[in-house]
């Protein structure tokens, strides 16, 4: 299992800025060109003063003493660094919108079982991991669909598919290894003249298969759309199947497409088992625990995810990902991948 450090990191990193002087400035990884999207452009989001950020701290990585791959739960808890302040005015522009360059939005998951389907059909809540415990997201994966299809919906109490709350969705191949994150657009079959309120697809994950494990970790790949001189995501509209991210990818096109891979985790002869660094963030070991990082910088930590308690994780995303991408590959991590462990 990949696990965490078991102790907090000794620095206080929620004073450091997110890169050091020398480092290219993280936005120029993710810019490809692309055409301006045509929606109405949302108010740009100061990032808030004294923005803060764990990716300049040290990477030596902290020992795990329990080496059946499970952490003791750590006695600083209460101290994990939480989101600096962020203001969400509106929820549905905000959960769209990419994290603010320089900040790094910290966030929980919270995994409720409880009820009568929700051992097979859990429901997966998303906050703002600071005082208030802003709601930002909920999660739950659909019956009766042939694959695993989760809708994302910005209100908890209401996740069906044509409420008017319904944001996006997850929806998997037959095997459960490779994903695809589209927005609440309209089916291509359903498009207006322009193609306008078609759907976008925000990202797509792909796991590398690994059965028995024998490979060790996990391997993924993630791949979004790039983010055009204003710093906006391109659109990407897929007119069929053979359009959309994964086949890009796939067929190596990698126009206004941006892949990422999650970080590899080192082998701790100590311990016996893979470690990788959350500076604090984490603190049980899970197979589920991961970094994604662009290949050009992997000290820029896009997204992190790992578990903090049973049915507690934590998410933190930076820039150029905005919150529905990042939960919905956090919910792609939790679907049982026979194929991938």
Request: positive net charge.
């Amino acid at each position: 299992a990949t696990t965490s450090s078991d102790e907090e990191d000794d620095s206080d990193s929620s004073t450091k800025p997110i890169r050091s002087e020398k480092k290219k400035n993280p936005a120029s990884l993710f810019q490809t060109g692309g055409d301006p999207p045509k929606e109405k452009k949302s108010k740009k989001k100061v990032p808030p003063k004294g923005a803060e950020s764990e990716e300049e701290t040290p990477e030596t990585l902290q020992k795990n003493s329990n080496k059946k791959g499970k952490t003791k739960k750590s006695k600083k808890k209460e101290e994990r660094p939480p989101s600096p302040v962020i203001e969400v005015d509106n929820l549905e522009e905000f959960v769209l919108q990419p994290a603010p360059q320089g900040v790094t939005v910290k966030c929980r998951v919270t995994r409720d079982k409880k009820g009568m389907d929700r051992g097979l059909y859990p429901t997966y809540y998303l906050h703002l991991d600071n005082d208030k415990k802003v709601f930002l997201l909920a999660g739950r994966k659909r019956k009766k669909s042939k694959t695993s299809n989760y809708l994302i919906s910005i209100d908890p109490t209401d996740l069906s598919r044509g409420g008017e709350n319904f944001i996006g969705k997850l929806r998997s191949n037959l095997m459960g290894t490779r994903f695809t994150v589209f927005d609440n657009g309209a089916n291509p079959d359903r498009a207006n003249a322009d193609w306008s309120n078609v759907r976008q697809e925000l990202s797509a994950v792909v796991y590398e298969t690994n059965v028995l494990g024998f490979k060790g970790p996990r391997k993924m790949t993630v791949i979004i759309p790039g983010m055009n001189a204003d710093c906006e995501r391109v659109p990407i509209r897929p007119r069929n199947d053979n359009d959309g991210l994964l086949m890009r990818w796939q067929n190596r096109n990698m126009d206004n497409v941006i892949e990422l891979h999650n970080k590899a985790p080192v082998w701790n002869d100590e311990t016996q088992s893979y470690v990788l660094n959350f500076h604090g963030r984490v603190t049980h070991a899970s197979v589920k625990n991961f970094q994604i990082v662009h290949g050009s910088d992997p000290d820029y930590i896009v997204m992190q995810f790992g578990r903090v308690a049973d049915d507690a994780f934590t998410m933190d995303y930076n820039y150029p990902l905005c919150a529905v991408q990042a939960f919905a590959i956090a919910l792609s991590s939790f679907d049982g991948k026979l194929a991938c462990e």
